[in-house]
């Protein structure tokens, strides 16, 4: 199946925005 081959990635982009997003709204936030 080509399903896992989306979702990994997805997931690891997906968790690197995230940790990202939040030190810029972090930043943001002082």
Same mark, same amino acid.
């Given at each position: =199946?080509?399903? =896992?081959?989306?979702? &990994?990635?997805?997931? &690891? &982009?997906?968790? !690197?925005?995230? =940790? !990202?997003?939040?030190? &810029?709204?972090?930043?943001?936030?002082?």
């Amino acid at each position: =199946m080509e399903l =896992m081959e989306i979702a &990994i990635p997805a997931l &690891i &982009i997906s968790a !690197v925005g995230i =940790m !990202v997003g939040t030190r &810029i709204w972090i930043m943001f936030r002082k």
